[in-house]
């Protein structure tokens, strides 16, 4: 054999050799990407580079990357699906999703996301840890949103969106018709670390509320007869404002200390009974009512027209629906239930559960002949 065949075969060897190596190399790093992603404690991560056949504008790199914060409970699931599914075909920004539920959901979640329309987008399950509620919270039956943990985790939002300056929180009664993006952009005043839609100025209260009495003010949340609450001297006139859409600057949050002064007034409305006996909303207005206190910004109020899961509902126009930004079925009746107002526009951005655990309940069809 020749010495230039002898060179040849030694060149093939070590090109073979080197092939070799850099695919075990590429199969340890892809190996390693994916323990970081279950080791985080946070499960569900699809990064965008493993994205099959992901748009081009949820893959580039260069825009800012908008955190959107939804809890999502086993047996509301199908609202968080509807109202990602809002968010993400009327966008062209860099979403991704944290997605906050119990134990026992995140399973049924990705095997929906995985299964739909939906198996491109960005997001990552979070398991929310119901310990950091210890002695915080007082079940009471009168209440129902004081068993129910998830509707606290927007208290915690530098703790489910670790690395993020800004996020929004939405609840999963919500269909978005807007770009998310004009929502992100809300300005932040200095020294305010989020942003509510006031309860007295939204289009929702004027276009449907007429004689509300205290329902849209501080002393509709708190009980001004107790001490406590007297000295802080806040106005029981003062306007109050819906917590289930808001957007949050979490360098200020993280420095302002805002989830530990939530979690003072858990401690002491456990401890002294501070919320109204007549409680006008959510159990998680209180305490943000005090925390917040004239020290936030405001959202534009069609991002967040509320109402429709009450009869107050009804009243809307169809063209004032349709000109809503984002539509919110707070109140007892649920777009996926039978009796809310234009359950037709949330359903259209439903996507039926192909493990068939989460059904809709209709009795009939109801056109809102919104064109």
């Not at 919500?174 to 200095?190: E, F, H, R």
């Not at 109050?240 to 200020?252: Q, Y």
Request: glycine letters at 6%.
């Amino acid at each position: 054999m020749s010495f230039r065949k002898v060179n040849v075969i030694i060149l093939v060897l070590a090109v073979a050799l080197f092939l070799l190596v850099l695919h075990h190399n590429f199969l340890g790093l892809s190996s390693l990407l994916r323990n970081e992603v279950s080791d985080s404690g946070i499960v569900g991560l699809q990064p965008v580079d493993f994205v099959p056949n992901a748009p081009q504008h949820v893959v580039d790199g260069r825009q800012e990357e908008i955190p959107v914060v939804i809890a999502a409970s086993e047996d509301r699931l199908g609202g968080a699906i509807a109202a990602i599914n809002s968010i993400q075909h009327n966008t062209r920004s860099n979403v991704i999703f944290y997605v906050v539920t119990l134990n026992g959901t995140g399973e049924h979640l990705r095997s929906w996301l995985s299964s739909s329309t939906l198996k491109s987008i960005r997001y990552k399950i979070v398991n929310f840890d119901t310990k950091l509620l210890e002695g915080k919270v007082k079940e009471d039956p009168d209440q129902g949103d004081s068993m129910k943990p998830l509707t606290f985790a927007r208290f915690y939002l530098p703790i489910l969106v670790p690395s993020a300056k800004k996020a929004i929180y939405m609840d999963d009664d919500v269909i978005v018709q807007g770009d998310i993006l004009s929502l992100y952009n809300t300005p932040l005043k200095p020294g305010h670390a989020a942003a509510f839609s006031e309860d007295c100025d939204s289009s929702s209260t004027k276009v449907v509320i007429r004689g509300a009495g205290n329902q849209y003010n501080y002393i509709g949340y708190l009980d001004y007869k107790k001490e406590r609450i007297r000295k802080l001297s806040m106005k029981a006139s003062t306007c109050s404002f819906n917590p289930g859409v808001f957007v949050a600057n979490l360098t200020e949050w993280k420095r302002q200390n805002i989830t530990n002064q939530l979690e003072k007034w858990m401690k002491l409305n456990v401890e002294e009974g501070l919320y109204s006996r007549t409680l006008a909303g959510s159990i998680t207005t209180p305490p943000l009512l005090i925390v917040f206190y004239q020290q936030h910004s405001t959202i534009d109020p069609m991002w967040n027209v509320r109402h429709l899961g009450s009869s107050a509902g009804k009243r809307y126009s169809p063209q004032f629906v349709k000109a809503a930004k984002l539509l919110h079925w707070n109140g007892h009746f649920k777009p996926w239930g039978r009796t809310a107002s234009y359950t037709d526009v949330w359903e259209k951005w439903y996507i039926p559960d192909p493990t068939g655990k989460f059904n809709l309940i209709r009795r009939h069809v109801e056109i809102s002949n919104i064109k």
